[in-house]
């Protein structure tokens, strides 16, 4: 038995994870999951808001993947995934943008990956009966980061778009405490250059210092704070992507993947 979270275009927070949803490479980053989303019924929508459209390639959050289309989810709390389903670009005359091959990655730190597979992605059907697909995934993993990069697409030489990503959760052993499902900083515009502004969302949450992570695990930027909105202001970095962790009082830990684009 499993429990489904669904996360759609318009509910992934714009930080791991743009291609435009998840970071803007895929950019979007999402590092929440909204259980609101479009987990009912299954069919999806063809309207253009309702999806994501990646036109930018950036650096990976794998060191092992190439600058790509991505999208990087942070799970609240590690889970055990047993199942993706994924739902293609679903807008009529966008059909080149689909994406037709995937890769899936699963990281425990968002540092260390392994490889769950990739998978051949059939085309939407650019209808609203369009119900996607669930991956012929080998057997259960357990993260807190997944990674998806597209690595082929139906033809479009810039751009790729997807719908809709929902995981399957196996049921834990344990109840489930509020706690579990806290609430993720945001972070935008993201990607960002030098200056973001960051909503903890929380008032609850009495946010003490941040610090911000490379991919190499590196602290590369801090600072003490106590608001709940603030304005994060960071030396010139190098393009890619970040984590971002807000530190309270009690040495709880909210984070956030955000990725850094210098204008050209």
Same mark, same amino acid.
């Given at each position: ?5 669904? !996360?759609?275009?318009?509910? !992934? #927070? #714009?930080?791991?994870? $743009? ?12 590092? $929440?999951?909204?259980?609101?989303? /479009? ?11 309702? $999806? ?13 993947? @190439?600058?790509? &289309? ?29 994406? @037709?091959?995937?890769?899936? =990655? ?60 929902? +995981?399957?959760?196996?049921?834990? #052993? @344990? ?5 579990? +499902? ?19 969302? =929380? ?7 941040? /610090? ?13 704070? *106590?608001?709940?909105?603030? =304005?994060?202001?960071?030396? *010139? ?7 971002? /962790?807000?530190?309270? =009082? /009690?040495?709880?830990? *909210? ?6 684009? &210098?204008?050209?």
């Amino acid at each position: 038995m499993h429990f489904l979270f669904c !996360v759609t275009a318009i509910s !992934v #927070t #714009t930080y791991l994870l $743009s291609m435009h949803l998840i970071y803007t490479a895929i950019s979007i980053f999402l590092v $929440s999951l909204s259980l609101s989303a /479009q987990c009912y019924p299954k069919r999806h929508s063809t309207a253009a808001g309702d $999806s994501w459209v990646g036109c930018s390639r950036q650096s990976s959050p794998n060191p092992d993947r @190439t600058r790509s &289309h991505w999208l990087l989810y942070e799970l609240n709390v590690p889970r055990s995934i047993e199942e993706i389903a994924i739902w293609n670009g679903n807008i009529h005359g966008e059909e080149d943008m689909n994406v @037709t091959r995937l890769a899936v =990655d699963y990281s425990m730190d968002g540092q260390s990956w392994s490889s769950a597979g990739e998978y051949s992605l059939a085309l939407s059907d650019s209808d609203p009966t369009y119900e996607g697909e669930t991956l012929d995934q080998a057997e259960p993993f357990s993260a807190k980061y997944i990674l998806l990069t597209a690595l082929e697409n139906n033809g479009d030489p810039n751009c790729v778009n997807i719908s809709e990503v929902r +995981f399957g959760l196996a049921e834990s #052993t @344990t109840s489930t405490s509020e706690e579990e +499902f806290t609430i993720a900083p945001q972070v935008y515009p993201n990607p960002m250059s030098q200056s973001a502004q960051v909503d903890l969302g =929380d008032p609850e949450y009495n946010i003490q210092r941040w /610090q911000l992570i490379d991919i190499l695990g590196r602290v590369v930027a801090q600072g003490e704070e *106590r608001t709940q909105n603030f =304005d994060l202001r960071l030396p *010139r970095l190098s393009e890619g992507s970040y984590i971002l /962790q807000c530190i309270d =009082d /009690q040495s709880q830990v *909210r984070s956030a993947t955000l990725s850094i684009a &210098h204008p050209e």
